[in-house]
């Protein structure tokens, strides 16, 4: 944990998220008050025993969008007594109940009494707000805070904070920022101005590649892959890359008009198993009102970017160890996009156990891996990997399509500030490991050099060896 102030304004405690990309939790204390931003759950990584928040100075807590390292460890929270309302953006409120019934359903012994206690006291704490407009927050000293949510970009839902404090300050928290590749969700514009810019920079020392356009990478692949058989295993978050995917796909398949592409894409199926995935997919076309314009104009052409024949779900726990133990047995094409974007849990694993030892398998490796993921691992080119208790081994084929990231490349990173009218006196770097920290820093300060730019890695780091 690591803390700085600001002479007689504010506290900014790191809970999570200081030197990685996973269990993002930041504390604003002001007085005798705390604003929580987000109480993610750690993957990858050790996680403290107990989340360090006291729950009765809590006036609010604030998400910036619904991935589980930024809401997992809500249960716990709640259930330590916090009474303060939630405030999120509309799409955010129906996706977090969705997101922590299937978490709590994977690690509770008794899902029906562990997960409903945790879904009356949502329903009764959460306030959706809608973007763009300011609300009052007032404090016990009676002073008062404004928030203001804009769109993130990221995924559904997700928004960047406005925060007006009491003396006048305002200070942004940027939440995940979308990459501004989403077929579906329109990129995110900057914030007019910031004094204070708490800024992730889980991409901060990388540029994403440019040039060829996302869906034909992947349809090049999947046509390589084709030529050798085997399965098409894609791990992919349940929000956004799901339906990231299932949009490219969608338009690979209105693109092959050849009789030589046909052949591979005319009977391939496209399995979704996951049925979180298939539960956020039906409420990304609830929301459609704020897809992107591309993604429009195909529904206005009759074409359904999220619903397409050759598309298959499967539910039942039962058809999907079939599946497994078919694809194990018989080589047949498939592409297979399962929970468990990291590797380390969901329906992913158990097609890793069965089809990573056969070189005919193809893996696509389509967001970030966390350092001490079995997805990290893989992209690290191991031969062989622990997956819930039994050594496997990787013969398969690995392959890692950047264009589906949902953040911010540095590049990305820096037009967002660039896009202020005035740069932020201060930017502290959270959600990154040290090294894009680091990079991301030098950048910036090369850009603007009377910016004062904080590393939470390096705050967290000094903080650890005081207290030692």
Known sequence: MSNSSTPNTFQLIHHGAARGVTGSCHELRLGRDSLLIDCGQFQGEAAPARLAVSPARVRALLLTHAHIDH??????????????????????????????????????????????????????????????????????????????????????????????LPDGQLMVFSGDLGSGRSALLPASLSPERADFLVLESTYGDRLQPQGEPRHRQLKTVVERSLRDGGAILIPAF???????????????????????????????????????????????????????????????????????????????????????????????????????????????????????????????????????????????????????????????????????????DQAGLLRFVEGMASPPAVIRLVHGEPEAQQSLAACLMKRWPQMRVELAAMMQAAQTESAG
């Open 238 to 408: 349940s929000i956004g890359r799901t339906q990231e995917l299932l949009c490219d796909l969608e338009q690979i398949l209105s693109e092959v008009s050849s009789r030589e592409e046909q052949w591979c894409w005319r009977d391939l199926p496209v399995v979704i198993d996951s049925p979180l995935g298939a539960d956020v997919t039906r409420l990304y076309r609830r929301f459609r009102r704020v897809w992107h314009k591309e993604a429009q104009a195909r529904l206005q052409a009759g074409r359904h970017p999220l619903d397409f024949s050759q598309c298959v779900t499967i539910h039942d726990h039962a058809a999907h160890e079939s599946l497994v133990h078919r694809l194990q047995q018989s080589g047949e094409p498939a592409i297979i996009v399962a929970g468990g974007g990291m590797c380390q849990g969901g329906r992913i694993v158990d097609y890793l156990k069965a089809l990573l030892p056969d070189a005919r398998t193809d893996l696509l490796l389509v967001g970030f891996q966390a350092q001490g993921t079995p997805g990290r691992r893989l992209q690290s080119g191991c031969r062989s990997l622990w997956l819930e208790g039994v050594e496997v081994e990787v013969q398969a084929h690995i392959h890692h399509l950047q264009g589906y990231s949902a953040h911010a």
């Open 71 to 164: 809401i997992g460890r809500l249960p716990e929270l709640l259930s330590c007594g916090l009474n303060a309302p939630i405030y999120c953006s509309e799409a955010t409120a129906l996706l977090v109940p969705v997101m922590l019934t299937d978490a709590l359903r994977h690690s509770s012994h008794d899902p029906r009494s562990a997960i409903e206690p945790v879904l009356q006291r949502l329903r009764h704490q959460l306030h959706p707000l809608p973007f763009a407009q300011w609300q009052r927050l007032p404090l016990s000293d009676g002073s008062v805070l404004y928030l203001r949510l804009q769109p993130a970009g990221h995924i559904l839902g997700s928004a960047y904070l406005e925060l007006r």
